[in-house]
């Protein structure tokens, strides 16, 4: 029989599914692999840890394949969501969980200029200006 925390990452992860392109389903994300991550951890069950890798997994090649078609369709996909994308993949790289090289590859494709202007934007005026003057102090 499942953990109920397994069945509970799940349904985070079906509803980041749900709502995979805006922001409660990010959230959704988060918890879910929150979750995984715990669990995985604390359990002396190996299948269980099994089912949370395998869970993981999952959904990075999901992932791996959308990252894949924005980048094919890049002319007619916006900043916006491809800088969606590229906190999704963040969220994954944060979890603890390991990641194919090909699906950091794919986020750092992802962050092109445009990207990085709209997360410069997302920043306080006081990060704006720290960014700011690391990059002077580099130049």
């Not at 924005?70 to 491809?82: I, Y």
């Not at 194919?100 to 092109?112: A, P």
Request: a negative charge; one cysteine or more.
């Amino acid at each position: 029989m499942d953990d109920p925390n397994l069945a509970k990452a799940r349904a985070y992860l079906a509803k980041f599914e749900r709502f995979q392109r805006e922001p409660i389903g990010l959230k959704a994300l988060v918890d879910g692999l929150a979750l995984l991550s715990d669990l995985s951890s604390e359990t002396n069950d190996e299948d269980t840890a099994t089912n949370c890798r395998n869970t993981v997994r999952t959904y990075q090649t999901m992932i791996e394949n959308e990252a894949t078609r924005l980048l094919n369709t890049k002319d007619s996909v916006g900043a916006e969501e491809r800088l969606h994308w590229y906190k999704v993949m963040g969220v994954f790289e944060e979890s603890g969980f390991p990641a194919s090289e090909s699906f950091h590859s794919l986020r750092q494709e992802l962050c092109d200029e445009e990207v990085l202007e709209k997360l410069f934007e997302e920043l306080s005026s006081s990060k704006q200006q720290e960014v700011l003057r690391v990059l002077k102090e580099k130049s």
